[in-house]
């Protein structure tokens, strides 16, 4: 690998890190300041805001400047949201500012790889990126909950500045603090990233020109066999997954009693599970062997519903990590062959923003109703139980689907799937 991938994996690992960090220090900064448990809920869908309404322009600005430069800016702009937090901006509205740093930081992250490395190596880079987040989700959980714990906070909390009032007053104050020197540092990383010599593509003056591109590579792949079917399972996984981070916050809060410090292990726990799952799928399931997983995905949105009767720690720690197993073993197959069939259709850049779109908008939508639901003051267990019993009829419906194009389209799906055995073999 060239010198300026492990630049990237830096970046990119301190900067998932801080977004999943960020998220925790944002529950207890709303906790602290007595914030109704909606509000809380709400980080969720806040966070997908710009994912959505950006969709059809980050991709494009991504390519119209160096991919090192729209990952610097992206990260000043998260740093700036973590400002906001501090100096008195409602939560909501400064972590909203992070989701727009996000938006903008995706596209550059993978775009830079098919520029930076030979086509020979973007499974193998894409493998490290993948393992990396998954790595940093975890690690950034933990941290979050470690940083407003009452042990680190009172160390955060006792340096002090000659000269200069921070403000930062807080355990949850001080450990945004902490997180957006990560951001910082995510930042200068990111200035060390090559130029990788491509030729800029600039944006057209008219940028509502972009819109009609985007929606029909979007209505391309809804349309496409595989695609529609693989598109409709990861845009539902990571829908509920987006979500799911904090409804195991609230069921352990509800089921445990637990508080942030020790729920945000909890959450930690699911994705140890979630990485062993994609790992095994990895191994053991081919491309065109993909469809075969989804059955799995009535299984999780069954244990989801499950979830409610326990009530020790001792049980939770392995159904945790087995809800996650079956999540990444489901989401990893999928994943794959949605990213062929884009790449096949209409190239991966534009693939990607198009199943970005679709999957922050599941979880916008879904946090929505999480968050409504809870300001309507149903309980974590009500909210737990609708939202597996949705995971598990909608998969039944994608599964249903899946077996109707195979009885109506067979022939069009056996020359699909005889492509991505072949494209699997080389």
């Not at 807080?170 to 910082?184: D, F, G, N, Q």
């Not at 990111?190 to 940028?207: A, Q």
């Not at 299984?299 to 939770?316: K, P, Q, S, T």
């Not at 009885?407 to 799906?413: D, K, Q, V, Y």
Request: charge should be positive; hydrophobic fraction near 55%.
């Amino acid at each position: 690998m060239k010198r300026g991938f492990y630049v990237i994996m830096a970046a990119q690992f301190f900067s998932s890190l801080a977004d999943n960090a960020i998220f925790i220090a944002a529950i207890a900064l709303l906790r602290a300041d007595g914030a109704q448990d909606w509000q809380t809920a709400a980080l969720v869908p806040i966070f997908a805001f710009f994912y959505v309404v950006l969709a059809p322009l980050v991709g494009a600005f991504a390519d119209s400047q160096p991919k090192g430069r729209v990952m610097f800016f992206s990260n000043a702009v998260k740093a700036v949201g973590c400002a906001m937090m501090l100096f008195g901006s409602h939560p909501l509205l400064s972590y909203a500012v992070v989701g727009l740093g996000a938006a903008a930081y995706s596209p550059a992250k993978y775009g830079i790889l098919t520029e930076l490395l030979p086509p020979s190596q973007l499974v193998k880079a894409n493998g490290w990126i993948e393992g990396l987040t998954i790595a940093s989700i975890i690690l950034g959980v933990l941290l979050g909950g470690q940083l407003v714990s009452p042990y680190v906070a009172n160390h955060l909390l006792s340096f002090d500045f000659p000269f200069v009032d921070t403000g930062v007053e807080t355990p949850a104050e001080a450990a945004i603090a902490a997180i957006m020197v990560l951001y910082v540092l995510a930042a200068m990383i990111n200035m060390r990233i090559p130029h990788t010599g491509v030729v800029m593509r600039p944006l057209p003056r008219n940028l509502f020109s972009l819109l009609p591109d985007f929606w029909r590579c979007n209505a391309r792949l809804w349309n496409d066999r595989l695609g529609q079917i693989s598109l409709a399972t990861t845009t539902l996984f990571w829908g509920v997954s987006g979500n799911l981070r904090y409804l195991v916050l609230a069921w352990a809060a509800a089921a445990l009693g637990y508080g942030v410090p020790q729920a945000s292990k909890l959450v930690g726990v699911v994705a140890i599970g979630t990485a062993v799952g994609a790992i095994w799928a990895s191994m053991r399931v081919r491309l065109d062997r993909a469809t075969t997983v989804m059955p799995l995905g009535v299984l999780m949105g069954a244990l989801v519903i499950l979830l409610i009767f326990i009530d020790e720690l001792w049980m939770a720690v392995p159904f945790l990590i087995l809800l996650g197993g079956l999540g990444g073993f489901l989401v990893v197959p999928m994943n794959a062959l949605l990213q062929h069939r884009g790449h096949n259709l209409m190239g991966a850049g534009r693939s990607i923003a198009v199943q970005n779109f679709n999957e922050q908008a599941c979880i916008l939508g879904l946090g929505f109703i999480y968050s409504m639901s809870t300001k309507a003051g149903a309980s974590a267990y009500v909210s737990v139980f609708w939202f597996g019993l949705l995971v598990t009829l909608t998969m039944v419906a994608i599964q249903g689907w899946y077996l109707y194009n195979l009885r109506h389209h067979p022939i069009e799906i056996k020359r699909l799937l005889a492509i991505a055995r072949s494209d699997h073999k080389h």
